[in-house]
């Protein structure tokens, strides 16, 4: 009998290690731009949005046993997954005003801010974090700029 219960524990534990190395992970990236394309926003509405999503993929059963249930792949997003903004606060003679945000997982406020000044006298291109962004045109109401890169 104790040796039935050694062989069902090994089995079992195999089995929970194997489903271990069944996870994966997939990456989803949404932006509200295109490289190297005109854009245009007012003052105090984001000029940029990027939102990366890491999904955790788990096999998951549907019912009491194998033989009974079917399996199936459920997505979980991740603790790195991540949406980043940059929102046209205005401008002052050559100076832009852009705050930037980065919200956590599943935040509605974000986690980081940080008020950003660039003085645009002498170059028309700024860059902010990863974004490299050249400014087309910035007033007090609206800001048309292209990101050159991301």
């Known amino acids: 009998m104790r040796t039935g219960k ?6 079992c534990m195999s ?4 489903c271990a190395y069944l996870t994966t992970k997939k990456k989803s990236r ?7 394309v005109e854009e245009q926003t007012s003052t105090g ?3 940029i949005t990027s939102e990366s999503t890491i999904f955790t993929s788990v096999p998951h059963s549907q019912g009491l046993s194998e033989e009974q249930g079917s399996w199936q792949t459920l997505d979980y ?3 790195d997954s991540f949406k980043e903004e940059l ?12 705050l930037y945000k980065k919200y956590g997982k599943a935040s509605s406020t974000p986690d980081f801010s940080q008020e950003l000044t ?7 291109t700024v860059e902010i974090r990863n974004y490299k962004i ?10 048309r700029f292209q990101v050159l890169e991301d």
């Open 15 to 18: 089995l929970i290690i194997s």
């Open 118 to 124: 660039y003085d645009i006298g002498n170059s028309d």
């Open 134 to 143: 050249r400014v087309l045109n910035a007033t007090s109401e609206y800001i």
């Open 30 to 36: 949404l932006k509200s731009y295109t490289l190297n």
């Open 77 to 79: 997003p991740s603790k």
């Open 6 to 11: 050694i062989v069902i524990i090994t089995l």
């Open 45 to 47: 509405v984001p000029m």
């Open 87 to 98: 929102v046209y606060k205005g401008r002052s003679d050559n100076t832009l005003h852009i």
